[in-house]
């Protein structure tokens, strides 16, 4: 495990990391999860082994501190994983980021160019979403009032999610993950997809073959973001499907690296 300082107050960016070739990999978990825990198959798959790994947890999740001062906005998101990266001597990663993670990534490819030279976004957030009360994901959350989630929405989210997301979702503090799910249903300011769009490295976004075509489909491959559809699994690609997305994963990082 290593760890890196990113706020002023010192608060610390936690992330397993695995030997091996430059350029990095960098794997980003979505909300109310952490990367290790859903990555740790697939960054050892012998199609994707082999590249120096970092199952990296977000500010507020995971093995991350948790810090009760930090507002939790994407863009604050990205510009404390850009430090944790920076410390870790990262430069031009190939960023594999599920979720809320996705729309991490997206943003941290436009404010910090350099870290980034790959963007593989696993079934990411591209658009804001409405709250939705009585929902389990972030737009249930984003629902409540934090002063509502603190006090005991957080039990009703619990429930819903379930004991799989629980597990990992318990670790996240509870202002960071409220904070987070609404920063993440407001979106971005150009919005997370107008980013992605304007980005002018190699994308591709992976979904389920479930879900039906992505929203938006021509516009990011006249983009020239790769959209790939993968069977047999749901939002959790990368668990549902571990050959899937590792393959998939795989083609999207092959070739030569283009700025």
Do not use: K
């Not at 996240?172 to 304007?198: F, I, K, Y």
């Not at 039906?212 to 699994?233: E, F, K, N, R, Y």
């Amino acid at each position: 495990m290593r760890s890196a300082g990113v706020t002023p107050e010192g608060d610390r960016i936690r992330w397993v990391e695995l030997p091996g070739q430059e350029p990095s990999r960098v794997y980003v978990h979505g909300l109310g999860a952490t990367s290790p825990a859903y990555f740790a198959e697939v960054a050892v798959h012998p199609l994707l082994a082999g590249r120096r790994s970092l199952l990296i947890d977000l500010l507020g999740h995971g093995i991350s501190d948790r810090p009760t001062d930090f507002d939790y906005t994407l863009e604050s998101h990205a510009d404390a994983l850009a430090a944790a990266l920076d410390s870790a001597g990262v430069t031009g990663a190939e960023l594999i980021a599920h979720s809320m993670g996705g729309s991490v990534a997206i943003v941290l490819a436009s404010r910090h160019p350099s870290l980034v030279s790959r963007l593989v976004l696993v079934d990411a957030n591209l658009d804001p979403i409405p709250p939705a009360p009585g929902a389990a994901g972030s737009s249930g959350i984003a629902a409540y009032s934090e002063e509502e989630f603190l006090a005991g929405g957080w039990e009703e989210i619990r429930d819903r999610a379930g004991p799989h997301w629980w597990s990992t979702m318990r670790l996240a503090g509870r202002e960071a993950l409220h904070r987070s799910a609404v920063h993440l249903t407001r979106g971005t300011v150009p919005t997370m997809r107008e980013l992605l769009l304007d980005l002018e490295i190699p994308r591709t976004h992976l979904l389920p073959s479930a879900d039906g075509p992505l929203p938006g489909t021509d516009a990011l491959t006249d983009a020239g973001v790769t959209v790939v559809s993968v069977p047999d699994c749901g939002h959790n690609i990368m668990l549902d499907n571990a050959e899937g997305f590792a393959r998939a994963t795989a083609a999207a990082l092959s070739g030569p690296h283009q700025r």
